[in-house]
């Protein structure tokens, strides 16, 4: 089978691949071919040929020939490569154009940090797109749109995950957030310590100076604050920006808010009184939602949101007043001993 079949795409990863086939309990002449990563499967199949079998996400096959049964049959030809900055300027260039929600930089990189940093806060500040990046040990970005992992994890097969490592679950984790999420306390998955123990001074310091920080508690490793890189607070810019939870629902909103009016206005409501207000009223309904699921607080639709007339005939303008919702995450205690 290691003839006809090979990893979709390079990386070590692929070689979690297994392949297992096994007659088919309706037709014995027939084959249940299965695509496992990990022990799981991903993919299934039922063929009475290696010419039948298509190619799927994980892995490509070809040939021609008859098939036998096999318990497992692992791939092992997958190798990390080692990527140039021309094909991260490239693959930015590409990802530009497409929806995403967080990415994450995988490198030690110096010049590689910058760039992506420097790309992340001009799709936010420039393009108005509401996305984020997590990289390791870069708290200098200095950004809401920058989540900086200061250390490490090990997991229980004794695995020790460096920061840079520890941005691929960041990033996952960062991504499927909810709006009214805080992953405040958030165990990483298959973790029992911390790989960079920091003590309580060292983790207050590192949260101050905007940094993602895991903590060891009972056989687990937890993060300690969800905060991203931002520090400079301004009169116009709080420090609330600092938190993720905030930054996400502040996000949502601007994304959510194009959304509505791109697929329900542009071009197909007049740019009027009317129009402005089925717009506001459907924005304050969205709004309400946000409120009912604890993802902002105190929202007045009657002061609270206006839709006025942009420059331009064909343009309007959106003011939003909304306070996010964050999470408990300091509780402080009096005690009385008698």
């Known amino acids: ?25 309706n ?49 092992t030809s997958g190798e990390d490569g080692t990527s140039t900055n021309q094909e991260h300027a490239d693959f930015l260039s590409k990802l530009e154009v497409l929806d995403f929600n967080t990415v994450g ?52 097969d004794g695995t020790s995950l460096t920061p840079k490592q520890a941005v691929a679950w960041t990033a996952g984790a960062t991504a499927g957030a909810n709006l009214n999420e805080s992953l405040t306390f958030r165990a990483y998955d298959d973790a029992v310590d911390v790989n960079g123990r920091l003590t309580h001074t060292e983790t207050e310091a590192a949260l101050r100076n905007g940094e993602f920080v895991f903590t060891a508690s009972s056989n687990r490793a937890l993060v300690e604050q969800d905060v991203n890189t931002f520090r400079s607070v301004t009169p116009d810019k709080a420090r609330h920006f600092a938190k993720n939870r905030v930054v996400r629902v502040l996000d949502g909103i601007a994304n959510d808010m194009k959304r509505i009016f791109e697929s329900y206005y542009i071009g197909k409501v007049n740019n009027n009184e009317d129009g402005r207000s089925l717009f506001r009223s459907q924005c304050v ?16 639709s009657k002061t609270d949101i206006t839709v006025l007339p942009g420059n331009e005939t064909d343009s309007i303008l959106i003011e939003v007043q909304v306070q996010p919702v964050d999470s408990v995450e300091k509780v402080y205690m009096k005690v009385k001993v008698v």
Do not use: C, W
């Open 27 to 75: 037709e014995p002449e027939r084959f249940d071919v299965s695509t496992l990563l990990a022990g799981k499967e991903v993919h299934k199949q039922t063929v009475s040929n290696i010419g039948q079998l298509q190619s799927n996400a994980f892995v490509t096959f070809t040939g021609e020939g008859t098939l036998t049964t096999a318990a497992s049959l692992p791939l």
């Open 285 to 300: 309904t969205y709004l309400k939602q946000l409120q009912n699921i604890g993802a902002i607080q105190n929202f007045d």
């Open 1 to 25: 089978m290691e003839q006809i079949s090979s990893i979709t795409y390079g990386g070590v990863r692929g070689n979690d691949l297994t392949i297992v086939i096994s007659a088919n309990m």
């Open 105 to 156: 930089l995988i490198s030690d990189d110096a010049t590689l940090k910058s760039v992506y940093s420097a790309y992340i806060k001009r799709l936010r500040d420039v393009e108005g797109k509401k996305v984020q990046l997590v990289l390791s040990n870069y708290p200098s970005a200095d950004h809401e749109g920058v989540i900086s992992v200061k250390n490490g994890v090990v997991l229980a």
